[in-house]
């Protein structure tokens, strides 16, 4: 499809791995627990679970809400994370940092849900921006 002369971001790519939608964002904040009563309680989104005491997720209509506090060298409102969905996560690693990403983590298990195990990875864009890539995978059975 074209829109104003422009091809769409599928007509644009060629081989290689692609992302498809964004399917979480993290935040950074003071006070996790502030700021799920703001998101939850204020705006409405949907509690989803907690990962431990620094560690909240909610959803926004499909997109996972990460409320975080600093990890590293992060800025509270400084440092927000895009997560992009991999269907292939070490391959579509491999294969971004072939061609001049930095490598920030390898993709690796983050947690385990009832249906599934969450996998990240990590890459730096040219900013130095964090750039998360996730696999939701299912379990065996």
């Known amino acids: 499809m074209i829109v104003a002369g422009l091809p769409t971001a599928t007509a644009a790519m060629t081989s290689g791995p692609a992302l498809s939608s964004i399917r979480q964002i993290a935040i950074t904040v003071a006070d996790v627990d502030a700021a799920l009563a703001f998101y939850r309680d204020i705006l409405g989104l949907a509690f989803l679970f907690r990962a431990g005491p620094q560690l909240a997720f909610l959803d926004a209509d499909g997109v996972r809400l990460m409320l975080t506090t600093p990890q590293g060298a992060g800025l509270v409102g400084a440092n927000s994370i ?52 996730m696999e939701e995978k299912p379990l065996s059975a």
């Open 82 to 133: 895009l997560y992009f969905r991999a269907t292939d996560i070490v391959a579509a690693h491999d294969a971004f940092v072939a061609k001049g990403a930095v490598s920030e983590r390898a993709p690796q298990p983050a947690a385990r849900m009832p249906d599934h195990e969450l996998w990240t990875g990590f890459l730096r864009d040219p900013d130095g921006n964090l750039v998360g890539l």
